[in-house]
């Protein structure tokens, strides 16, 4: 372990309490969209039934609140903890179309595999409630 390194802590902070993402000559913001539809579409955990486990900065340090981390539902086949992925692990498209018959019909038109679009022609938010900004 290297000890001129700042802690995991710290980097965290300053990564995500950032305005704007440095300037990079390659990468747009097409790769975060990418990133976060790879997440979505090959893993999902449930949270388990254990406590939180909330974990405070280092003494000294300028914030009070703790980061809370929730620990993933798991199987012990043969006595080895696996969490449980409850999607495929295949970048399949399945965050876009559904993971399971339910949400596939829910999304598509049925009609030539198109999906449902709302009255604007986008597709449509399934989990929505109301389209009260159209």
């Given at each position: ?60 340090n300028d914030t009070s609140s703790a980061d809370r981390f929730y ?60 389209e009260s900004c159209s």
């Amino acid at each position: 372990m290297r000890d001129d390194l700042p802690p995991a802590r710290e980097v965290a902070q300053r990564v995500f309490s950032a305005q704007q993402a440095p300037p990079h000559p390659s990468v747009s913001a097409l790769l975060y969209a990418w990133g976060q539809l790879v997440i979505t579409d090959i893993a999902q955990t449930n949270k388990s039934k254990a406590e939180p486990i909330d974990l405070f900065p280092p003494c000294g340090n300028d914030t009070s609140s703790a980061d809370r981390f929730y620990r993933s539902a798991f199987v012990t086949p043969n006595g080895v903890r696996h969490p449980v992925n409850l999607k495929s692990a295949w970048i399949d498209g399945s965050s876009l179309y559904g993971h399971t018959e339910e949400e596939r019909s829910s999304i598509r038109d049925g009609k030539d595999g198109r999906v449902r679009l709302d009255k604007r022609g986008f597709p449509m938010d399934v989990g929505a409630e109301n389209e009260s900004c159209s």
